[in-house]
């Protein structure tokens, strides 16, 4: 077997959309698709809509052979076929309610070529960021069982989430799981930012790492909802550090301002948080209700109900800062993975602080990135306390705000070699993005068990 063909469901022709073999309907579309969010009726925050927002195109049928199942009458038995998945938001959220749930609506023609084609496979696509945990696998196994599909005919398209396979053979053991279904990790979210790098080409010119800069730490914040951005922002309020810095941030953003106007949180302090260690609940609310005051904080687009991790970069905030924050995904979360955001530094000759999961540093250095250690205390990555960890890193932050500008200027000149490195190296897996798709197809087929 040397070949992977993914297989598409006929398009919704009812769906104003133009069906073209570049822009494959994602499979299940009839049950919600995040296409047609804005236009939903039946909830104030389009995001929530279980009924609108349960697959998207995720992208992945932009790198491998497609066709559409009714095509194929013949199976070759040098080719996996694959039924992609391509599920919007949380895996809980793809499998939680009956009506919607993907497993629960697949059918019973699908569920019959799994069960009676040696090569034909469900593939569940989680190859952005994708909270995961662990009632996630008992669920996707009872469901499964309850459609008669052997989970042995499931591959999960995985980012490389550490925690994933420890999580899952432990609870294989618990609940006496025989049948597995199959892992395909890859780092996505770099092949992507590192292909936008080669592409996007900003720094032909590179006279701007030796000019001096008017502002010190850079950082973006499009959900703020998240426990830990919005406890940055609340932190960076109370010190007044807003002025010398570049934070972004849009309370009136379309997607999540019903959860931070809403009636019930009344302003609550995030249960993640340690209070003892950060801030008291009514100090807190005080300083969030000046922070509301503030609506937002733009410094490059405008519109964040537009813009997302891919696609967009503005160059000339980094290249009016000195150091990048980057508020990761998850922090305060068991599940850890990293995303497109830790990857941006390195396309703008960025060093960083990371506010994200455990050993974050640590994955980075695997792939054969340098960080900054010689420069601050990243300590921070090895401690496995949420609190404690994002308190260390909060705390670099304070440091470098403590130091002026020509300081700053000369230490990110030292850096400049290491900044270099971390450049160059996004461009190589960049130029080597058909050798990781190659690399990832095998993988895919290794992980076949028929």
Same mark, same amino acid.
């Given at each position: 077997?040397?070949?992977?063909i993914?297989?598409?469901?006929?398009?919704?022709?009812?769906?104003?959309r133009i069906y073209?073999?570049?822009?494959w309907?994602p499979?299940?579309?009839?049950?919600?698709?995040?296409?047609r969010?804005?236009?939903?009726v039946?909830?104030?925050?389009?995001?929530?809509?279980?009924?609108?927002t349960?697959v998207?195109?995720?992208?992945?049928?932009d790198e491998?052979?497609?066709?559409?199942?009714d095509?194929v009458?013949?199976?070759?038995?040098?080719?996996l076929?694959?039924y992609p998945?391509?599920?919007?938001?949380?895996?809980?959220?793809?499998?939680?309610?009956?009506?919607?749930?993907? @497993?629960k %609506? $697949?059918?019973?023609?699908?569920? /019959? !070529?799994? *069960?009676? =084609?040696?090569?034909?496979?469900?593939? @569940?696509? %989680? $190859?952005?960021e994708?909270?995961i /945990? !662990?009632? *996630?696998f =008992?669920?996707?196994?009872?469901?499964?069982?309850?459609r008669g599909?052997?989970?042995?005919?499931v591959?999960?398209g995985?980012?490389?989430?550490?925690?994933?396979l420890d999580w899952?053979d432990?609870?294989?053991?618990?609940?006496?799981?025989?049948?597995?279904?199959?892992?395909?990790?890859c780092d996505y979210?770099l092949?992507?930012?590192?292909?936008?790098?080669?592409?996007?080409?900003?720094?032909?010119?590179?006279?701007?790492?030796?000019?001096?800069?008017?502002?010190?730490?850079?950082?973006?914040?499009?959900r703020?909802?998240?426990p830990?951005r919005?406890?940055?922002l609340i932190?960076?309020?109370?010190?007044?550090?807003f002025?010398?810095n570049?934070?972004?941030?849009?309370?009136?953003f379309k997607?999540?301002?019903?959860?931070l106007?809403?009636?019930?949180s009344?302003?609550e302090?995030?249960?993640?948080?340690?209070?003892?260690?950060?801030?008291d609940?009514?100090?807190?609310?005080?300083?969030f209700e000046k922070?509301?005051k503030?609506?937002?904080?733009?410094i490059?687009?405008?519109?964040?109900?537009e813009?997302?991790?891919f696609?967009?970069?503005?160059?000339?905030?980094?290249?009016?800062?000195?150091?990048s924050?980057?508020?990761?995904?998850?922090?305060?979360d068991?599940?850890s993975?990293i995303t497109?955001k830790?990857?941006?530094?390195?396309?703008?000759?960025?060093?960083?602080?990371?506010?994200?999961s455990?050993?974050?540093l640590s994955?980075l250095r695997?792939?054969?990135f340098?960080?900054f250690?010689?420069?601050?205390?990243?300590?921070?990555d090895?401690?496995p306390?949420?609190n404690?960890r994002?308190k260390?890193?909060?705390?670099?932050?304070?440091?470098?705000n403590?130091?002026?500008?020509?300081?700053?200027?000369?230490?990110y000149l030292?850096m400049i070699?290491?900044?270099?490195?971390?450049?160059?190296?996004?461009?190589?897996?960049?130029?080597?993005?058909?050798?990781?798709?190659i690399?990832y197809?095998?993988?895919?087929?290794?992980?076949?068990?028929?």
């Amino acid at each position: 077997m040397n070949k992977v063909i993914f297989l598409y469901d006929k398009p919704d022709i009812e769906n104003t959309r133009i069906y073209n073999e570049d822009k494959w309907e994602p499979n299940l579309n009839d049950i919600g698709y995040t296409d047609r969010r804005y236009d939903c009726v039946c909830s104030t925050a389009p995001l929530d809509c279980e009924r609108h927002t349960q697959v998207f195109q995720s992208g992945i049928s932009d790198e491998f052979k497609c066709k559409l199942i009714d095509e194929v009458k013949d199976f070759d038995s040098d080719t996996l076929y694959c039924y992609p998945l391509e599920h919007f938001g949380t895996l809980t959220k793809a499998l939680r309610i009956k009506k919607y749930s993907l @497993i629960k %609506n $697949l059918s019973d023609d699908i569920v /019959n !070529k799994l *069960n009676t =084609i040696d090569n034909f496979v469900l593939f @569940i696509v %989680n $190859l952005f960021e994708c909270s995961i /945990n !662990k009632k *996630n696998f =008992i669920m996707l196994h009872k469901h499964l069982e309850e459609r008669g599909i052997n989970p042995e005919k499931v591959i999960c398209g995985q980012y490389n989430n550490g925690h994933v396979l420890d999580w899952y053979d432990e609870i294989c053991r618990n609940n006496q799981i025989k049948k597995k279904i199959k892992f395909a990790f890859c780092d996505y979210p770099l092949v992507r930012k590192s292909k936008e790098a080669v592409k996007n080409n900003f720094y032909n010119n590179i006279d701007f790492l030796t000019v001096k800069r008017k502002k010190k730490v850079l950082c973006y914040n499009r959900r703020v909802t998240k426990p830990h951005r919005m406890l940055f922002l609340i932190l960076v309020e109370r010190d007044k550090l807003f002025d010398d810095n570049l934070i972004s941030f849009n309370f009136k953003f379309k997607e999540e301002i019903h959860q931070l106007y809403s009636k019930e949180s009344k302003f609550e302090p995030y249960g993640e948080w340690d209070q003892k260690l950060f801030i008291d609940k009514r100090e807190y609310r005080n300083i969030f209700e000046k922070l509301l005051k503030r609506e937002k904080n733009i410094i490059d687009y405008e519109d964040f109900d537009e813009v997302n991790g891919f696609g967009y970069e503005y160059p000339e905030t980094y290249k009016n800062s000195y150091v990048s924050f980057v508020t990761e995904s998850s922090n305060f979360d068991s599940y850890s993975y990293i995303t497109e955001k830790s990857f941006k530094p390195f396309c703008h000759y960025h060093p960083f602080v990371v506010c994200g999961s455990y050993l974050t540093l640590s994955k980075l250095r695997k792939l054969g990135f340098k960080t900054f250690n010689k420069w601050w205390d990243e300590s921070y990555d090895e401690e496995p306390n949420h609190n404690i960890r994002f308190k260390k890193a909060y705390d670099i932050f304070l440091q470098l705000n403590k130091m002026t500008l020509d300081e700053l200027h000369n230490m990110y000149l030292e850096m400049i070699p290491t900044l270099k490195h971390n450049y160059n190296l996004m461009l190589e897996y960049g130029k080597n993005e058909k050798k990781f798709w190659i690399d990832y197809k095998k993988r895919i087929i290794d992980n076949h068990v028929y």
